[in-house]
Nanobody, 124 residues
């Protein structure tokens, strides 16, 4: 069982930045592809970014390309989401997810483990 704990959320003004972290309990973390998803009130959970187990392959939703960067440090069992140029439409609960695959899927149902989420609120 992989336990995931997100941190780094908060309140930020439009145009600002935040870095989310997701720490994993699993010592074979490097065998897992990781993804970030978000869910705004009244909306479905949507894919934000994903990274393969080696960190060499990444994928992004069109809405965050050029603004968000996903990365991982396998030595620290941690995946990050650097979010720049935030706007109010980025307001949501952000979740990290893990699946034992080489490449990160872009759909939520393909992930096996989820964190509890961290709130990101962007004020205008």
């Amino acid at each position: 069982q992989v336990q995931l704990v997100e941190s780094g959320g908060g309140l930020v003004q439009a145009g600002g930045s935040l870095r989310l972290s997701c720490a994993a309990s699993e010592r074979t973390f490097s065998s897992y592809a990781m993804g970030w998803f978000r869910q705004a009130p009244g909306k479905e959970r949507e894919f934000v970014a994903g990274i393969g187990w080696s960190g060499g392959k990444t994928a992004y939703a069109d809405s965050v390309k050029g603004r968000f960067t996903i990365s991982r440090d396998n030595a620290k069992n941690t995946v990050y989401l650097q979010m720049n140029s935030l706007n109010p439409e980025d307001t949501a609960v952000y979740y990290c997810a893990a699946v034992r695959r080489v490449l990160a899927p872009t759909t939520a149902q393909n992930y096996d483990y989820w964190g509890q989420g961290t709130q990101v609120t962007v004020s205008s």
